[in-house]
T-cell receptor
Framework: DADVTQTPRNRITKTGKRIMLECSQT?????MYWYRQDPGLGLRLIYY???????NKGEISDGYSVSRQAQAKFSLSLESAIPNQTALYFC???????????????FGPGTRLTVL | DAKTTQPPSMDCAEGRAANLPCNHS???????VYWYRQIHSQGPQYIIH???NNETNEMASLIITEDRKSSTLILPHATLRDTAVYYC????????????FGIGTKLQVIP
């Protein structure tokens, strides 16, 4: 979905390096999320943000941090990358307004991160 | 979120209807059933959702049993581009909107 973009799309880095993954959206949604996907484990939530002043930890936030620079931008940082953070990372957005559509989330194309 | 159970894989002939089942026997009254799909390594894509009534949109139909303990996603005329992993989620529309994806059903559409 071109409304949610992620950069970079692919990244290879070394253990101990600091990495930032960026997400931008043009959907005008207040809510943004970061997930990681590993083979056989489905999607797991790392952090989520309901607006610029709101940041919340998800299931697996250790080793990660986030920044919500603006309504449209939500960045994920790996302070000191380690090999078990090798995964596919997805950013998503959702709109608060319509009850029943709360869980209609719009996902970006993903960032494939490899930590050597 | 209520636990959902899906078969790990299914095959469907191109042009035929694909019927993907989901069990959610512990679903509560205010939990919706949502379906997403993920085409290989792309971002998940919302398909449809429902509470009690059957629903239809341009992508699919959702049939929910009267007791709401199970549902079926129907792709009426499957194409090769429908090959994907399909996720069924039972979720309250309130609260924070974490979406928990399990393993899903890998649908292979066969020419």
């Amino acid at each position: 979905d071109a409304d949610v973009t992620q950069t970079p799309r692919n990244r290879i880095t070394k253990t101990g390096k600091r990495i930032m993954l960026e997400c931008s959206q043009t959907k005008g949604h207040d809510r943004m999320y970061w997930y990681r996907q590993d083979p056989g484990l489905g999607l797991r939530l790392i952090y989520y943000s309901f607006d610029v002043k709101d940041i919340n930890k998800g299931e697996i936030s250790d080793g990660y941090s986030v920044s919500r620079q603006a309504q449209a931008k939500f960045s994920l940082s790996l302070e000191s990358a380690i090999p078990n953070q090798t995964a596919l990372y997805f950013c998503a957005t959702s709109d608060y307004r319509d009850r029943g559509k709360y869980n209609e989330q719009f996902f970006g194309p993903g960032t494939r991160l490899t930590v050597l | 979120d209520a636990k959902t159970t899906q078969p790990p894989s299914m095959d469907c002939a191109e042009g035929r209807a694909a019927n993907l089942p989901c069990n959610h026997s512990t679903i509560s009254g205010n939990e919706y059933v949502y379906w997403y799909r993920q085409i290989h390594s792309q971002g998940p894509q919302y398909i449809i959702h429902g509470l009690k009534n059957n629903e239809t949109n341009e992508m699919a139909s959702l049939i929910i049993t009267e007791d709401r303990k199970s549902s079926t996603l129907i792709l009426p005329h499957a194409t090769l581009r429908d090959t994907a992993v399909y996720y069924c989620i039972a979720r309250d529309s309130g609260g924070y909107q974490k979406v928990t994806f399990g393993i899903g059903t890998k649908l292979q559409v066969i020419p």
